[in-house]
């Protein structure tokens, strides 16, 4: 399996804070993604970085930030989170257009 | 814009049958096509890749072929098990587009029943 880490695995806030997911890759891949997964929507691309300090919005990105200090980690922050931002996010790496590999998945429920 | 499908939405097979998963795609204009499998509650597995100028590509009791042209990929499944049950996703990968931003199916579950 790819080295892929998402924390937390699960999470539940509260509308209107703030929440920081956070995803680690030790494959040294150039590329990372976020998606988010709901039923009836599949799986929608939230943001992605090219580099360290090179981010871009994807379809969805409306509500969430992202930031890329260093190649192993980025990070999807929700500054103020809605019921609606109530899914499952997924992680992604890739070497640029070639293989795509995913991390395991944070569940998270803003009630 | 895009749109990729996979249909049925959902297939039960009895073990030891072959399975045929279809998706396609609208825009041929396509850089690589790559199948996945998603257990519940479990992130996505990769399960093939294949480039827009390849036909096909196999690993053990899995081949996928490609026709450009007419927007369709097919997964063959040999043989099947009852831990081939999962949902599978196609998500294809524009020319249009660089760094691997992925476009998605609705994906299919499968049950495989022994």
Redesign the interface.
């Known amino acids: 399996?790819a080295g892929i880490t998402q924390s937390p695995r699960h999470k539940v806030t509260e509308t209107g804070t703030p929440v920081t997911l956070r995803c680690h890759q030790t494959e040294n891949h150039r590329?990372m993604?976020w998606y988010r997964q709901d039923p009836g929507h599949?799986?929608?691309?939230i943001h992605?970085s090219?580099g360290v300090k090179d981010t871009d919005k994807?379809e969805v990105s409306d509500g969430y930030s992202v930031s890329r200090s260093k190649t192993e980690d980025f990070l999807l922050t929700l500054e103020s989170a809605t019921s609606s931002q109530t899914s499952v996010y997924?992680c992604?790496i890739?070497e640029?257009?070639?293989?795509?590999?995913?991390?395991?998945?944070t569940r998270l429920t803003v009630v | 814009k895009q749109e990729v499908t996979q249909i049925p939405a959902a297939l039960s097979v009895p073990e030891g049958e072959n399975l045929v998963l279809n998706c396609s795609f609208t825009d041929s204009a396509i850089?690589?096509l790559?199948w996945?499998r998603q257990d519940p509650g479990?992130?996505?597995?990769?399960l093939l890749?294949i480039q827009s100028s390849q036909r096909e590509q196999t690993s053990g009791r899995l081949n996928a072929s490609l026709d450009k042209s007419s927007g369709r990929s097919t997964l063959y499944i040999a043989a099947s098990q009852p831990g081939d049950s999962a949902t599978y996703?196609c998500?294809v990968?524009m020319t249009t587009d660089?760094?691997?931003?992925?476009q998605?199916?609705?994906?299919t579950q499968v049950v495989v029943t022994p």
């Open positions: 399996d590329y993604y599949g799986l929608r691309l992605y090219y994807g997924f992604a890739s640029g257009a070639t293989e795509a590999f995913f991390g395991q998945g | 850089y690589n790559q996945f479990k992130g996505l597995t990769s890749l996703l998500a990968l660089s760094w691997g931003k992925l998605f199916g609705a994906g």
